[in-house]
């Protein structure tokens, strides 16, 4: 086989993948200032499955996330939503920030921002009616919040927060779900609540991308995972790819032998 | 003529009793001009009051006065123009044409200066608003030194000047105001999404950059149609300091928006009636202290988020922590020290004066036993959750949960436990 028709295959195979895949990304590259926080890097997420985006800190794991989004400019590199780009299939997308990204004392009440992720539904103008409402109503008590409505977001805990931000989101009814550490500083209650609803969420058929931190949950919660130190370090099925080498190669020797070995005692 | 006392003067300066000259003012009975100043502030207030919302909310309120800083260069510049053409300089149109390009300008600067460079906002816009600021003050001593100049009354620009307002100004005023409002109404939904949380807004679909311009843009289209009564010194009080008020009486973004609107409002009608009504007072400046007696009042006795309020709430909840402790010592039979909690307990007749706990107190003390108990039931209980997120130790379990909640809670308070082996 001649080289041009290898490259052409190749290339024909990976169009292939990116109109099966929720959200691919190529070539990705994300820096600030001269120094890359992410660098060309390759992710075709599976329809239908969890995964988390792993990696030490400052490893470009929520930049990864916001450059396919489009929040924060690329360098180099596309991302794709069913092989079309993020900005026509967003009504699809949801996303939901870190808890940390928003001031917690904005005039607001919990169910206007679940409302929030009927704004495009709404239109500029459309009035909010009943079902608007009940809709938004319904998404709290999905996360347990219900009989949290009507209270001023700065009273809530920062599991509550992360609750409201997810009730946002499902309020979006979108396909893909996006959240960068959405288990970062919160109660137990409210990560077993989260978890909850994402893997409902997966066994409706939509897909899950977080980023995650907490290596010892991740068999636990996800499907499949993306090792990530500013370039990409493996990607597969749990079972396959967090294996000992794989975390070695991507936090070096930040993370020690006995937390190592529990690790893949664990995926084991 | 016998028995005719001369009237002392203090008498007769009271019966030239003195026209009641505030309260023609304030409804709108003191001639033409004062009429038109009052209406024109009236909606200039609610514009800025509205229109600024959205700054203070994106927490970039200081922008407005790098805006309007930028304004001065172009109002002289656009005079310059206009009497180099041939015309009479003093056009309000022409010159607050020349304003809102200068300070659109001023705002691109800014937003560059922030965006592209390393310097942090707050430099860029110190350094936008010294620079025009300066370069507008340069124009306006060339100005002085030119024919027309001498009588152009470009000062005014700075400080307000509401002498000799005409009805197209006012209409100006109500033109922009109007657009002012219908444009917060159209954009209110992005505008509140980029204020509180820019990332997801970018996420579903925004472009917070351009919702930032037409902010901006509304602010711009305030301050340059606020020149002429307010001044560009001070047009940037009306922006801030009504959504500042605003803010300590509501936890709504829309209510924000309306009672901002309305401060706003009031601080340009009552404003210009004093400043009408006392000889020699200028309006601008008085509309600003207005508008900042508002705030004063707000800061003060707002409900929630007031000084007085939090002071009064700090106080009471000090006392209710006190009572408890007491009760619960009171309950677990312990000796209470504390001169407050004594005394407290004291004066409801929850102990004697020698100590001993009277017979209503020995009940509050072993209901609030209960209560503790119950508490811990509930804040171990996920079920509970909104319950237990107001839980303070404090607040009577009543208040909180229906009887029947309760009645299970205390069937699992009274349920045998295992004895451990």
Not at chain 1, 20 to 34: D, E, H, K, N
Not at chain 1, 219 to 228: G, R, T, W
Not at chain 2, 39 to 51: K, Q, R, S
Request: proline share 4%; glycine share 10%.
């Amino acid at each position: 086989m001649s080289i041009e028709l290898a490259t052409l295959n190749g290339q024909s195979a990976d169009r292939a993948a990116r109109d099966q895949s929720p959200l691919a990304i190529r070539g990705m590259t994300v820096s600030y200032g001269q120094k890359p926080a992410v660098f060309s890097v390759d992710m075709t997420v599976r329809p239908g499955a969890m995964t988390a985006i792993i990696g030490p800190n400052g490893a470009g794991k929520s930049t990864l996330l916001k450059a396919a989004l489009g929040i924060i400019t690329p360098l180099a590199g596309t991302s794709t939503v069913f092989g079309k780009t993020v900005a026509r299939q967003r009504d699809w997308i949801a996303y939901v920030p870190q808890r940390a990204s928003v001031d917690w004392d904005f005039p607001t009440r919990v169910i206007d921002v679940v409302m929030m992720g009927l704004y495009a539904q709404l239109g500029l103008l459309g009035r909010v009616r009943a079902h608007h409402r009940a809709q938004a109503l319904d998404c709290l008590a999905r996360v347990g919040m219900q009989d949290f409505a009507t209270r001023q977001i700065g009273q809530l805990s920062g599991g509550q927060q992360q609750r409201v931000f997810l009730a946002r989101a499902l309020a979006q009814q979108a396909d893909l779900y996006l959240l960068d550490e959405p288990f970062a500083g919160v109660d137990a209650a409210t990560e077993k609540a989260i978890i909850d609803v994402l893997k409902s969420l997966r066994d409706a058929g939509k897909t899950v991308v977080a980023v995650h931190h907490d290596l010892s949950t991740v068999a636990e919660y996800f499907d499949d995972v993306f090792l990530i130190n500013t370039q990409a370090v493996a990607a597969g099925p749990v079972a396959d790819v967090f294996t000992q080498e794989n975390l070695q190669a991507t936090y070096g020797g930040r993370l020690a032998g006995a937390q190592m070995d529990s690790l893949s005692a664990a995926t084991a | 003529m016998v028995g005719a006392w001369p009237v002392p003067r203090w008498i007769r300066s009271l019966q030239r009793r003195p026209k009641p000259v505030l309260f023609d003012a304030l409804t709108l009975q003191l001639g033409y001009n004062a009429t038109l100043v009052t209406i024109g502030a009236t909606l200039l207030g609610m514009a800025a009051g509205v229109g600024g919302t959205f700054l203070f909310l994106r927490k970039r309120a200081l922008v407005s006065d790098a805006i309007s800083h930028a304004t001065l260069p172009g109002i002289g510049l656009a005079f310059i123009i206009m009497v180099a053409l041939g015309g009479d300089g003093r056009s309000l149109i022409g010159l607050l044409g020349g304003a809102a390009v200068s300070a659109g300008l001023g705002l691109l600067c800014v937003s560059w200066l922030s965006t592209r460079t390393r310097l942090a906002e707050d430099a860029a816009i110190g350094a936008v608003l010294s620079v025009f600021f300066g370069f507008g003050v340069v124009v306006l001593t060339i100005i002085q030194t030119m024919n027309a100049g001498r009588q152009a009354g470009l000062e005014g620009f700075l400080l307000g000047s509401t002498a000799g307002m005409l009805r197209s100004d006012a209409a100006i005023l109500a033109g922009a105001a109007a657009l002012t409002l219908a444009l917060v109404l159209l954009l209110r939904r992005p505008l509140t999404l980029a204020a509180f949380d820019p990332e997801y807004a970018t996420a579903s679909g925004q472009n917070v950059t351009r919702n930032d311009l037409a902010m901006m843009g509304i602010v711009l289209a305030v301050t340059v149609v606020g020149l002429k009564i307010v001044g560009l010194i001070l047009i940037v009080a009306l922006l801030i300091i009504p959504p500042v008020t605003a803010r300590f009486w509501t936890e709504r973004t829309d209510h924000v928006v309306l009672i901002s609107g309305i401060a706003g409002g009031v601080s340009g009608y009552v404003g210009a009636a004093i400043s009408a009504a006392i000889p020699d007072v200028p309006t601008g400046p008085i509309i600003v202290l207005v508008g900042f007696a508002l705030f004063a009042l707000s800061l003060l006795l707002a409900p929630r988020r007031g000084v007085m309020s939090s002071f009064l709430r700090h106080r009471s909840f000090q006392r209710r922590v006190h009572l408890r402790q007491g009760l619960l010592a009171m309950a677990q039979s312990q000796p209470i020290y504390e001169g407050l909690t004594l005394r407290l307990l004291r004066r409801a007749d929850l102990v004697r004066p020698d100590g001993v706990p009277t017979n209503s107190g020995q009940a509050r003390a072993a209901k609030a036993m209960l209560d503790e108990a119950r508490w811990s039931i509930v804040r171990g209980d996920q079920s509970y959750e909104a319950a237990a997120a107001l839980y303070d130790g404090l607040t009577d379990i009543e208040t909180l949960l229906t009887p029947d909640q309760i009645t299970e809670i205390d069937g699992r308070l009274a349920a045998p436990s295992e004895v451990p082996a």
